[in-house]
């Protein structure tokens, strides 16, 4: 049985570091008991050698009253069952906007409102094609999302929905009438969790005993990927207390094939995955460098993986500031170092700013991808800069 482990202290202080866009300073996650060759048994996850003869069952992405737990028991599946929540949730007495949402279709001409618009960033989900957090609005990131299921459907990629991607979407039937939004009963686990405030000095954050989110709303708006606005909005009455059911998004399953190379497309700001045969099986919005702090460039590869990293901010008189694991670490909860020093695939403490905002060179992406991809991608993988 794949069993995960969590590194609180994370990598050492090895080359294998991260730019924070913070007064242009460096960063690096750091364990100073571990090195690049040790890192496999002190905590890195391995993806090698996973099964690809997986039936569809186990690759399917709809859900029946229990979201995110892949099939099968594969590597890959076995360890997104440790990485992500399972959630649980029922059907049962929605509210007449989720109704309206589970049952919208689109037809040509018109207008994507918040419902058809909800609908459309589910489906694109459930395919694989990330849209950041879930708010009913089309945007930047849902056009984005639509454009890569385009590409790996070879269909015309277009700048707005068509018919023909509207069909291509909706033709699976058990997926189109896969409930987006669904009631879900908060547990005391939901509504014990750990918050702080998060000052601005890195000096300030070193002193947190966790980078812990910051109010109730935002972990639950990163738990069922969706915007802290819109879970509002769907639940307008609710004290988000224990025992109380309340209105969400159904994020489906994650791809659980196995990701042997990934393109960070710095144009679309956009991170394709693919499969040892070369077939697109994911992408996910990213923040790919700025103009200050570009990203590099030509191919490299994954060197270490590592869920809950700390973070090392080196100011600019050289002191460090160690900050510790948590949602809201500059890298979020993830670090995947690329064979390029200083660089990585990382979180992201503001889901909602990726793609809106700069990084320093690496990919960043939503904390609910960067889990979902260390889970499917594979030591040594490929990284590209296009």
Same mark, same amino acid.
């Given at each position: 049985?794949y069993?995960?482990?969590k590194i609180?202290?994370?990598?050492?202080?090895?080359?294998?570091?991260?730019?924070?866009?913070m007064?242009?300073?460096?960063?690096?996650?750091?364990?100073?008991?571990?090195?690049?060759?040790?890192?496999?048994?002190?905590?890195s996850?391995?993806?090698?050698?996973?099964?690809?003869?997986?039936?569809m069952?186990?690759l399917?992405?709809?859900?029946?009253?229990?979201?995110?737990?892949?099939?099968?028991?594969?590597?890959t599946?076995?360890?997104?069952?440790?990485?992500l929540?399972?959630?649980?949730?029922?059907?049962?007495?929605?509210?007449?906007v989720?109704?309206?949402?589970?049952?919208?279709?689109?037809?040509?001409?018109?207008k994507?409102?918040?419902?058809?618009?909800?609908?459309?960033?589910?489906?694109?989900?459930?395919?694989?094609?990330?849209v950041?957090?879930?708010?009913?609005?089309?945007?930047?990131?849902?056009?984005?999302?639509?454009?890569?299921?385009?590409?790996?459907?070879?269909?015309?990629v277009?700048?707005?929905?068509?018919?023909?991607t509207?069909?291509?979407?909706?033709?699976?039937?058990?997926?189109?009438?896969?409930?987006? &939004?669904?009631? #879900?009963?908060?547990?005391?686990?939901? $509504?014990n969790?750990k918050? =702080?405030?998060?000052?601005?000095? %890195? *000096?300030?954050?070193?002193?947190?005993?966790?980078?812990?989110?910051?109010?109730?709303?935002?972990?639950?708006?990163?738990?069922?990927?969706i915007?802290?606005?819109?879970?509002?909005?769907?639940n307008?009455?609710?004290?988000?207390?224990?025992?109380?059911?309340?209105?969400?998004?159904?994020?489906g399953?994650?791809?659980?094939?196995?990701?042997?190379?990934?393109?960070?497309?710095k144009?679309?700001?956009? &991170?394709y995955? #693919?499969?040892?045969?070369?077939?697109? $099986?994911?992408?996910?919005? =990213?923040?790919?460098?700025?103009? %200050? *702090?570009?990203?590099?460039?030509?191919?490299?590869?994954v060197?270490?993986?590592?869920h809950?990293?700390?973070?090392?901010?080196?100011?600019?008189?050289?002191?460090k500031?160690?900050i510790?694991?948590?949602?809201n670490?500059?890298?979020?909860?993830?670090?995947?170092?690329?064979?390029k020093?200083?660089y990585g695939?990382?979180g992201s403490?503001?889901p909602a700013?990726?793609?809106?905002?700069?990084s320093?060179?690496c990919?960043?992406?939503?904390?609910?991808?960067?889990?979902?991809?260390?889970?499917?991608?594979?030591n040594?993988?490929?990284?590209?800069?296009?």
């Open positions: 049985m069993q995960l482990k609180s202290t994370a990598i050492a202080m090895i080359g294998l570091s991260t730019t924070i866009f007064g242009q300073s460096i960063a690096a996650p750091t364990d100073t008991t571990s090195t690049t060759d040790n890192m496999s048994t002190t905590g996850m391995s993806t090698t050698n996973n099964s690809t003869s997986a039936n069952n186990d399917s992405p709809v859900t029946n009253g229990v979201s995110q737990q892949p099939a099968g028991n594969s590597k599946a076995s360890a997104l069952k440790n990485l929540p399972t959630i649980k949730y029922t059907t049962d007495n929605l509210p007449a989720a109704k309206s949402v589970n049952k919208a279709t689109w037809k040509t001409g018109a994507i409102d918040r419902t058809t618009g909800a609908k459309l960033q589910a489906l694109l989900n459930w395919h694989q094609n990330g950041g957090p879930v708010d009913g609005y089309w945007g930047k990131n849902t056009r984005k999302a639509m454009q890569a299921f385009q590409k790996a459907n070879s269909l015309t277009t700048d707005s929905l068509n018919n023909e509207w069909q291509a979407l909706s033709k699976n039937e058990k997926l189109l009438t896969q409930p987006v &939004l669904v009631n #879900y009963q908060l547990s005391e686990a939901d $509504v969790v918050t =702080t405030k998060i000052p601005e000095e %890195a *000096t300030e954050k070193a002193k947190l005993d966790g980078m812990y989110y910051e109010s109730l709303i935002e972990a639950l708006a990163e738990k069922f990927h915007s802290e606005g819109y879970l509002k909005a769907l307008p009455n609710a004290k988000f207390a224990a025992g109380e059911t309340i209105t969400v998004y159904n994020p399953n994650p791809n659980t094939k196995p990701v042997s190379r990934v393109v960070a497309d144009a679309t700001e956009t &991170l995955a #693919y499969d040892e045969d070369n077939n697109l $099986v994911a992408s996910y919005p =990213t923040t790919v460098g700025s103009t %200050a *702090t570009p990203s590099p460039t030509g191919t490299h590869t060197k270490v993986k590592v809950e990293p700390n973070y090392t901010y080196t100011a600019d008189d050289g002191s500031s160690i510790p694991p948590g949602p670490n500059p890298v979020g909860l993830v670090w995947i170092g690329l064979s020093p200083s695939i990382h403490p503001d700013r990726i793609s809106r905002q700069a320093a060179g990919i960043r992406l939503t904390n609910w991808d960067a889990l979902a991809l260390l889970g499917v991608i594979q040594g993988a490929t990284v590209e800069f296009t």
